[in-house]
Structure formats: C-alpha cells, structure tokens
C-alpha cells in the first residue's frame, strides 16, 4: 500500500506484486496477493516490526485496485475490532477479489 499506518496495533497490507516489473515479466504473473498483518512493538521497545499474516487478498494483476480497496477494508475492520478478532476470521483465512 501506498499510505502505512505504521503505528502499534494497527493493521496494514503488503503484497507480492512489484509495479516496476517490465511487461514481458508481469505477462506471466496474472494473480498477486496482499497479507494483511499487524504492527507490533520490538522486543527491544524500539520500532515496529510486522507481525505473521493474520488474513491474505487475492486477485488478478490486470484490475489491482479491487483487491486494494478490499485489503484497505479489512485493515480498517480489523482496527476497529481490536483488541477482539472479528468472528468470521475463524473461518477463513483469504479470499479472492473478482
């Protein structure tokens, strides 16, 4: 994503899509997915480091922006969730965006 909400406790997304790949190498590539982690204090009570993937976004690399959005949604749910797991991550684990 763009914007982090680096801070602690809050959730954000990264993926393994890289826009600076040439077109010949982005061709092979046709699905891409974001996990989406929480922000956690070091041990040493200096800085953040992210924490193990909680939930993963899938979609295709032709129309990115869906699987942004939803990813930027689930962020914003989990945060407002927190401290408690919304009840319908005990099923699931990812989801793909169409």
Not at 20 to 49: E, H, V
Request: hydrophobic fraction near 35%.
């Amino acid at each position: 994503m763009t914007n982090s909400r680096k801070e602690e406790f809050a959730h954000d997304s990264n993926g393994s899509r890289n826009m600076k790949l040439s077109p010949a190498i982005s061709m092979n590539c046709l699905t891409f997915s974001l996990g989406i982690f929480r922000w956690l204090l070091k041990a040493s009570g200096k800085g953040l480091k992210k924490s193990a993937v909680m939930y993963r976004v899938k979609g295709y690399t032709s129309n990115p922006e869906p699987v942004y959005k939803r990813a930027r949604e689930i962020c914003d749910e989990f945060d407002e969730e927190f401290p408690h797991i919304p009840l319908w991550l005990g099923y699931r684990k990812s989801e793909t965006v169409r």
